[in-house]
Structures are given as structure tokens and as C-alpha cells.
């Protein structure tokens, strides 16, 4: 009796075990085991599906794209010496920046969204450095859009007193304020303490969310320069309309154009005529006058005796 009892309670034992192997606990080394349905069982990493990979290999070429042809850019502006001027250093600057994106900031961004549940593994220091250099490196490049757009407005409205020296101070005074201003709004959180970008609990890296800094950063990097952008290019718009316009009405028609042409050679020949031929038109005025007055003299008397 006791060794029947023995025998089913070892029994019961063995399908209990079986039972957890198939349910797929762990193991005491840590290795997690598959189920018999072929599912990924908790503690392991899916491996990466076939849309994971292509759009990974979509954004190492749209990186590499990137890189090549904003460094490209800036290869031509170095190495052409007509595009050392106004306004090719405006755009050198806007692909500085790109480059600088593509280089420092695109690259640990993919590695950002490839590690599970999008941690940050790379360390405080290196968060900040990314967070920094996202931050100025995108704002300095929509801000260097804002600077060419007014370049071409005051190019535009105002070509007789915006000259290439004037232009070329303004481009210089526009690509420091665009770097100076963009350093300010990535620095802000490390400076003045505003914020912090980094989450060692959670492991996040993302730009601090202090809502002073997300209006102030929001409004200096992207609202305030978009404003600029707009309001430029409908100046812009506007100044162009009206010049193609008023050309327009004062054009004359083909017909017109032969009179118009004619009518101003007759009046130039004259007016160039009459100062070569003023010392004679002089000596025949005098003549008249003294012809004039000596018929008077003439018939004076016989008028005087018919009285």
C-alpha cells in the first residue's frame, strides 16, 4: 500500500515537470527555451523581422546620402573660387550643419531605435553630447534657411543700397547670430540647469521636457524662423508681382515701337542739331532783325506824308 502511494505521488511529480518544461520555464542558467507553438517566450530578444531590416537599410542610405552630399557642397563652395561670396557662405554654413547631423546626431539616433524598447545604453555623457548637438545642429540649419531667404528679400527690394560689401557684412553678422542663438536654446539644460535629458531609472535620452524649455526651445528653433521664412517670401511674392506688373502696362505694342523709336531719333537729331548750329542760328537771327527794321524805316515816311 505505501509503495503503491509512493509510486503515484512520483508519478504526479513527473507530470508536474513535464508540464513546466512544456510551458517553457526557465532554466537555472537563464536560457529561455521555445514553445512548442514556435513562440519567442519572455526574457529572450525577437530577432529582427524582414521590415526591421529593410528599413534599417533605408536609413543607413538615407544617412549616407545625407553625408556624401552635403560634404559635396561644401567640396564645390571650397574648391570654386567664384562661390566665395554672398550668398554660396550662407549655404555652406546650412550644409555644415547637415553634415554635422548626419555625421554625429542620425547615426547613434538609429542605434537609439534599434535597442529593445528604445533604451539609451551608450551612458549620461554621450546622451548629452547627442541631445546638444540635435538640438544645434537642427536649429542652426532652419535658421540658416531663414538667413538665406532674407538675403534674397533685401537683394530684391533694396539692390541699390544692399551692395556686395553691405551683403557681405550682413551674411557674416547673420551666419554668427544663427550659431550664437543656436548654441543658446542646445546649452540651455546644461547651463542654467533647465531640465535633464537623460534618465538613468528608465533609461531614456530625449530633450529635457521642462515645459519653459520646450516653449522657449520650440519658439527659437522652428515657430520663430518658420515666421521669418513666410513673411520674407511673400515680400518677396508681392515685390515681383508688382514689378511684372508694371512692366506690363507700360510695354508698348509692336506697332508703337517703330513711331516711339522714330519720334525719338527726330528729337535727339534736333536737340543734337541745335547745339552744333547755335552760333548760326545766332548771326541769321540778327540778320532778320536788322532786315526787319530797316523796311520799317523805309516805309515810315511815305506813311507820315499820306497822314
Same mark, same amino acid.
Given at each position: 500500500?505505501?509503495?503503491? $502511494?509512493?509510486?503515484? +505521488? &512520483?508519478?504526479?511529480?513527473?507530470?508536474?515537470?513535464?508540464?513546466?518544461?512544456?510551458?517553457?520555464?526557465?532554466?537555472?542558467?537563464? #536560457? *529561455?527555451?521555445?514553445?512548442?507553438?514556435?513562440?519567442?517566450?519572455? =526574457? !529572450?530578444?525577437?530577432?529582427?523581422?524582414?521590415?526591421?531590416?529593410?528599413?534599417? +537599410?533605408?536609413? #543607413?542610405?538615407?544617412?549616407?546620402?545625407?553625408?556624401?552630399? $552635403?560634404?559635396? *557642397?561644401?567640396?564645390?563652395?571650397?574648391?570654386?573660387?567664384?562661390?566665395?561670396?554672398?550668398?554660396? $557662405?550662407?549655404?555652406?554654413? &546650412?550644409?555644415?550643419?547637415?553634415?554635422?547631423?548626419?555625421?554625429?546626431?542620425?547615426?547613434?539616433?538609429?542605434?537609439?531605435?534599434?535597442?529593445?524598447?528604445?533604451?539609451?545604453?551608450?551612458?549620461?555623457?554621450?546622451?548629452?553630447?547627442?541631445? +546638444?548637438?540635435? #538640438?544645434?545642429?537642427?536649429?542652426?540649419?532652419?535658421?540658416?534657411?531663414?538667413?538665406?531667404?532674407?538675403?534674397?528679400?533685401? &537683394?530684391?527690394?533694396?539692390?541699390?543700397?544692399?551692395?556686395?560689401?553691405?551683403?557681405?557684412?550682413?551674411?557674416?553678422?547673420?551666419?554668427?547670430?544663427?550659431?550664437?542663438?543656436?548654441?543658446?536654446?542646445?546649452?540651455?539644460?546644461?547651463?542654467?540647469?533647465? =531640465?535633464?535629458?537623460?534618465?538613468?531609472?528608465?533609461?531614456?535620452?530625449?530633450?529635457?521636457?521642462?515645459?519653459?524649455?520646450?516653449?522657449? +526651445?520650440?519658439?527659437?528653433?522652428?515657430?520663430?524662423?518658420?515666421?521669418?521664412?513666410?513673411?520674407?517670401?511673400?515680400?518677396?511674392?508681392?515685390?515681383?508681382?508688382?514689378?511684372?506688373?508694371?512692366?506690363?502696362?507700360?510695354?508698348?505694342?509692336?506697332?508703337?515701337?517703330? *513711331?516711339?523709336?522714330?519720334?525719338?531719333?527726330?528729337?535727339?537729331?534736333? #536737340?543734337?542739331?541745335?547745339? !552744333? $548750329?547755335?552760333?548760326?542760328?545766332?548771326?541769321? =537771327?540778327?540778320?532778320?532783325?536788322?532786315?526787319?527794321?530797316?523796311?520799317?524805316?523805309?516805309?515810315?515816311?511815305?506813311?507820315?506824308?499820306?497822314?
Amino acid at each position: 500500500m505505501e509503495a503503491s $502511494n509512493l509510486s503515484a +505521488s &512520483t508519478t504526479g511529480v513527473a507530470l508536474l515537470l513535464g508540464l513546466e518544461i512544456c510551458s517553457g520555464s526557465p532554466s537555472p542558467g537563464g #536560457v *529561455v527555451g521555445s514553445t512548442p507553438g514556435g513562440a519567442v517566450l519572455p =526574457g !529572450r530578444e525577437p530577432p529582427f523581422s524582414v521590415f526591421t531590416v529593410l528599413v534599417v +537599410s533605408l536609413l #543607413v542610405l538615407l544617412i549616407a546620402a545625407t553625408f556624401l552630399w $552635403n560634404l559635396l *557642397v561644401l567640396v564645390t563652395i571650397l574648391r570654386v573660387r567664384a562661390f566665395h561670396r554672398v550668398p554660396h $557662405n550662407l549655404v555652406a554654413s &546650412t550644409a555644415i550643419s547637415d553634415v554635422l547631423v548626419a555625421a554625429l546626431v542620425m547615426p547613434l539616433s538609429l542605434v537609439s531605435e534599434l535597442s529593445a524598447g528604445r533604451r539609451w545604453q551608450l551612458g549620461r555623457s554621450l546622451c548629452h553630447v547627442w541631445i +546638444s548637438f540635435d #538640438v544645434l545642429c537642427c536649429t542652426a540649419s532652419i535658421w540658416n534657411v531663414a538667413a538665406i531667404a532674407l538675403d534674397r528679400y533685401w &537683394t530684391i527690394t533694396r539692390h541699390l543700397q544692399y551692395t556686395l560689401r553691405t551683403r557681405r557684412r550682413a551674411a557674416t553678422l547673420m551666419i554668427a547670430l544663427t550659431w550664437a542663438l543656436s548654441a543658446l536654446i542646445a546649452l540651455a539644460p546644461l547651463l542654467f540647469g533647465w =531640465g535633464e535629458a537623460y534618465d538613468a531609472g528608465l533609461q531614456r535620452c530625449q530633450v529635457s521636457q521642462e515645459p519653459s524649455y520646450a516653449v522657449f +526651445s520650440t519658439c527659437g528653433a522652428f515657430y520663430l524662423p518658420l515666421g521669418v521664412v513666410l513673411f520674407v517670401y511673400w515680400k518677396i511674392y508681392k515685390a515681383a508681382k508688382f514689378r511684372f506688373g508694371r512692366r506690363r502696362a507700360v510695354l508698348p505694342l509692336p506697332a508703337t515701337m517703330q *513711331v516711339r523709336d522714330q519720334l525719338w531719333c527726330w528729337i535727339i537729331g534736333r #536737340v543734337e542739331g541745335g547745339k !552744333r $548750329n547755335k552760333e548760326d542760328v545766332d548771326k541769321h =537771327g540778327h540778320q532778320i532783325v536788322s532786315c526787319f527794321l530797316g523796311f520799317l524805316l523805309i516805309l515810315i515816311p511815305p506813311l507820315c506824308a499820306l497822314a
